[in-house]
């Protein structure tokens, strides 16, 4: 009892600092000139070092580097919400359809699951990618329709256990459709199981965003912190031992990932405890 009540404060204070840092990327996402010493146009003495203009110096071609990186954030988080809101769309439908009807429905929609859930997906992303023409809007769709497997299966259980419920048979009995039932009295339930899939989800897609961006297979137009990575490394960055050039980046890049992990972990135990009851 004891070393579960240290380890809670612990958590959460662990819980609050995460949310503190997504909040922070979030708003210097949606308002990034206000943050941007220099707009993403503005060109000065390429390979700069960092001083007082510059705190993080210039890339290759003369960019203020601290600029690129804030409004890269624009970017590399709207492809990780957006993606996980695929995946979570597409996996969510699946799980309910298939845990609530079952049969043959269930055998169909779990064996496609299966399928899916088999196929490696950085070689397949990556595959695809490379036939596709570059879009921020089609890799999201890539990303989201590569990550749903999981969340199809945890839903469908829970929906298994909620379907032979008493409210949800009373709902039944009084006349209300298939649709009615999965809307209105299970899919709110779903919410401890899907916020931790759908922060897993966003962490997944911030990671093969920025290695098909440092393989060169994303939008070369668009600006996100894997594409940072990419310039220093083919543009001298990391010839030159730039290191403010790729490390920061890279830094964010981690402490999204770490945070939203962190989040989804915490929201994941009790989900899991309400699956067990």
Same mark, same amino acid.
Not at 18 to 36: L, N, Q, S, Y
Not at 258 to 275: A, D
């Given at each position: 009892?004891?070393?579960?009540?240290?380890?809670?404060?612990?958590?959460?204070?662990?819980?609050?600092?995460?949310?503190?840092?997504?909040?922070?990327?979030?708003?210097?996402?949606?308002?990034?000139?206000?943050?941007?010493?220099?707009?993403?146009?503005?060109?000065?003495?390429?390979?700069?070092?960092?001083?007082?203009?510059?705190?993080?110096?210039?890339?290759?071609?003369?960019?203020? #580097?601290?600029?690129?990186? /804030?409004?890269? +954030?624009?970017? &590399?988080? $709207?492809?990780?919400?957006?993606?996980?809101?695929? =995946?979570?769309?597409?996996?969510?439908?699946?799980?309910?359809?298939?845990?609530?009807?079952?049969?043959?429905?269930?055998?169909?929609?779990?064996?496609?699951?299966?399928?899916?859930?088999?196929?490696?997906?950085?070689?397949?992303?990556?595959?695809?990618?490379?036939?596709?023409?570059?879009?921020?809007?089609?890799?999201?769709?890539?990303?989201?329709?590569?990550?749903?497997?999981?969340?199809?299966?945890?839903?469908?259980?829970?929906?298994?256990?909620?379907?032979?419920?008493?409210?949800?048979?009373?709902?039944?009995?009084?006349?209300?459709?298939?649709?009615?039932?999965?809307?209105?009295?299970?899919?709110?339930?779903?919410?401890?199981?899907?916020?931790?899939?759908?922060?897993?989800? #966003?962490?997944?897609?911030? /990671?093969?965003? +920025?290695?098909? &961006?440092? $393989?060169?297979?994303?939008?070369?137009?668009?600006? =996100?912190?894997?594409?940072?990575?990419?310039?220093?490394?083919?543009?001298?960055?990391?010839?030159?031992?730039?290191?403010?050039?790729?490390?920061?980046?890279?830094?964010?890049?981690?402490?999204?990932?770490?945070?939203?992990?962190?989040?989804?972990?915490?929201?994941?135990?009790?989900?899991?405890?309400?699956?067990?009851?």
């Amino acid at each position: 009892m004891r070393g579960e009540g240290c380890e809670r404060p612990i958590q959460d204070v662990s819980l609050y600092l995460c949310i503190g840092v997504i909040a922070i990327f979030f708003i210097v996402a949606v308002i990034p000139g206000v943050f941007a010493p220099y707009t993403e146009n503005e060109r000065f003495i390429p390979y700069q070092h960092p001083d007082i203009d510059h705190f993080l110096g210039t890339d290759d071609m003369g960019y203020d #580097i601290l600029s690129l990186l /804030i409004y890269a +954030a624009r970017i &590399s988080l $709207l492809i990780g919400l957006c993606a996980g809101g695929v =995946s979570i769309l597409i996996g969510t439908s699946i799980g309910l359809i298939s845990g609530y009807i079952r049969g043959w429905t269930d055998d169909l929609l779990m064996s496609v699951t299966d399928i899916v859930l088999t196929i490696p997906k950085i070689p397949a992303i990556i595959l695809i990618s490379a036939f596709l023409r570059p879009s921020i809007w089609i890799l999201i769709l890539i990303l989201g329709f590569f990550s749903w497997e999981t969340t199809a299966r945890v839903v469908r259980a829970r929906t298994l256990q909620i379907s032979t419920s008493g409210y949800i048979l009373s709902a039944r009995s009084l006349g209300f459709s298939s649709y009615q039932v999965l809307i209105s009295d299970i899919l709110p339930v779903m919410y401890p199981v899907i916020l931790p899939k759908f922060m897993l989800t #966003i962490a997944g897609a911030m /990671i093969s965003e +920025a290695s098909l &961006s440092f $393989l060169g297979l994303s939008d070369p137009t668009m600006n =996100s912190w894997g594409r940072m990575i990419s310039d220093a490394f083919t543009h001298g960055g990391f010839i030159r031992e730039m290191w403010w050039w790729f490390l920061p980046p890279a830094v964010c890049i981690c402490g999204v990932i770490i945070s939203v992990i962190r989040i989804g972990m915490v929201y994941e135990k009790p989900g899991q405890e309400s699956m067990v009851e």
